[in-house]
């Protein structure tokens, strides 16, 4: 189903605009337009550009620039989230925990992980790790007391 789409009126500095957007961007434009008009009169007001169109081209400079820099910071997040999860994975294979690393590339920093078979549990040790706990441990202890 193809939706036509709708004409939203919008005023920037004292001038209105009209521009074609879907409906489910009504929203997401009027924001914007609120955003861009904002910086506008911030830039006018501050008198260091004179005409409405360089006052345009000066807004959206900066916010190019500022969303340029939160690709850039985005792009160290997301490497940083990487670096953690090849950290996590290294540890975890160290410690036995089920994996193991088959081919750590230092080339590309590409690791490819293999889950291990689990061992099964040593004779006479029926209850896990977790659930063992130290109270337990003392009446064992006790039991096995000579007496």
Not at 33 to 57: K, Q, T, Y
Not at 68 to 80: F, G, I, N, Y
Not at 109 to 133: D, K
Request: charged share 20%; hydrophobic share 45%.
């Amino acid at each position: 189903m193809s939706t036509t789409p709708a004409r939203v009126s919008v005023r920037i500095m004292e001038q209105d605009f009209v521009v074609a957007c879907g409906p489910e961007e009504r929203t997401a434009l009027l924001a914007a337009a609120e955003l861009v008009n904002m910086r506008m009169w911030e830039v006018h007001r501050a008198g260091r550009v004179a005409g409405m169109d360089r006052i345009a081209v000066t807004v959206a400079l900066n916010l190019a620039n500022e969303l340029l820099q939160q690709k850039s910071h985005d792009a160290k997040l997301q490497s940083a989230a990487s670096l953690i999860r090849t950290l996590r994975i290294r540890v975890e294979a160290a410690l036995g925990t089920g994996l193991t690393i088959v081919n750590d590339s230092p080339i590309d920093g590409t690791l490819a992980i293999e889950e291990l078979p689990q061992p099964a549990p040593a004779s006479g040790s029926t209850m896990p790790l977790e659930a063992y706990t130290p109270s337990e441990a003392a009446s064992e202890t006790e039991s096995e007391a000579p007496t």
